[in-house]
């Protein structure tokens, strides 16, 4: 199964002030002197995956299902070549191969009920890294390895009716000259679905994340009592949970209207350390949002198809009030098959 993604990037067509103001400025962030081109990124990717039934001959058994998969796969950056100021290195971020393995099994115990556990494990070589252009590498959230494990289940005691819950376990980690960083994700969803009717249905979901993490971070520093630039292990904690409500009503054979509404509310929190016990209140986030959508999509003929969307969203940001806002949004579609 080899897949293939290319996205080419460019410099903004405009830039914004106090932007247009500083160009001539050497120590300035903006074209010609500080402004790099984007990466460009090329990835790909090939793997195998394989299921197995071992017990098809048992009646209890039956349902037992085995699968494992395999993926290699690299991505190829451009413009990631970097030339530090101070040392006159050359720091080249262009490629990063990675490998990925699963394994799982699930088990349908009856026609109603089925679970699943499976786990996932990747190894990623020369993960991407932020670049200081007078000191080199500083830092990196990019993990060298990644361990997800994942247990759940679907019940459909009935036709028109069906809940899926799903709890899981992901580990992320790097020690690298670069940086040195555990992650612990602990993510549960629950999804629900019922139709009342043939052309009505209805969705609802909920998402809990909850996240910790331990990072050595370098930075500079101007207090007299600390090395210019200390790395220390901090404690980063983040909370976020999501509801979901959906409806979709088949007005005709070829009319379909959509509705949902989205609401997210996440905390960003960070230990305080020495000799910055202020820094956690400039940097913790306090998050609220709030998304609708409307939809119709439209079929006059099997192979023509259409679709429009709008949404509105809602976000504030309690620990940045300027940050905060609305935006509205719309997206049309359409599709030709001959």
């Not at 209890?60 to 101070?86: H, P």
Request: charged content about 20%; hydrophobic content about 35%; aromatic content about 14%.
């Amino acid at each position: 199964m080899p897949r293939m993604h290319r996205q080419i990037n460019q410099f903004p067509p405009f830039l914004i002030e106090p932007e247009a103001s500083s160009v001539e400025d050497p120590t300035s962030i903006v074209p010609p002197f500080g402004l790099r081109h984007p990466l460009n990124y090329f990835r790909t990717v090939a793997g195998v995956n394989a299921y197995w039934h071992p017990f098809r001959w048992n009646e209890l058994a039956s349902g037992l299902a085995l699968n494992a998969g395999y993926e290699q796969g690299a991505i190829r950056r451009e413009f990631a070549t970097y030339v530090v100021q101070q040392t006159g290195d050359v720091v080249s971020q262009e490629h990063s191969p990675y490998h990925t393995c699963s394994v799982g099994a699930s088990m349908r115990w009856s026609p109603k009920l089925e679970t699943f556990v499976r786990y996932r494990g990747r190894s990623i070589d020369d993960p991407l890294f932020a670049i200081d252009k007078d000191w080199g590498a500083t830092n990196t959230a990019q993990p060298e390895r990644e361990d997800l494990i994942e247990v759940g289940g679907t019940w459909t005691p009935v036709p028109n009716f069906l809940a899926n819950v799903t709890a899981g376990i992901d580990n992320r980690d790097h020690d690298s000259e670069i940086t040195e960083f555990e992650e612990n994700d602990y993510p549960i969803t629950c999804t629900l679905w019922y139709a009342p009717t043939p052309r009505w249905s209805l969705t609802a979901g909920y998402g809990f994340y909850s996240n910790w993490i331990d990072q050595q971070i370098l930075f500079p520093s101007d207090d007299p009592t600390v090395e210019i630039w200390d790395r220390r292990r901090w404690s980063h904690r983040g909370r976020m949970r999501l509801l979901s409500l959906g409806t979709a009503y088949a007005w005709s054979t070829n009319l379909t209207l959509s509705g949902g509404l989205e609401m997210l509310w996440g905390r960003n929190t960070l230990d305080p350390l020495e000799p910055w016990p202020d820094l956690p209140g400039y940097i913790n986030v306090v998050v609220n949002k709030t998304r609708y959508t409307a939809g119709v999509d439209w079929t006059p003929r099997p192979w023509i198809s259409a679709c429009f969307r709008y949404i509105f969203d809602e976000y504030e940001d309690e620990s940045a009030s300027y940050l905060s806002g609305t935006a509205h949004m719309f997206l049309a579609g359409a599709s030709l098959f001959r």
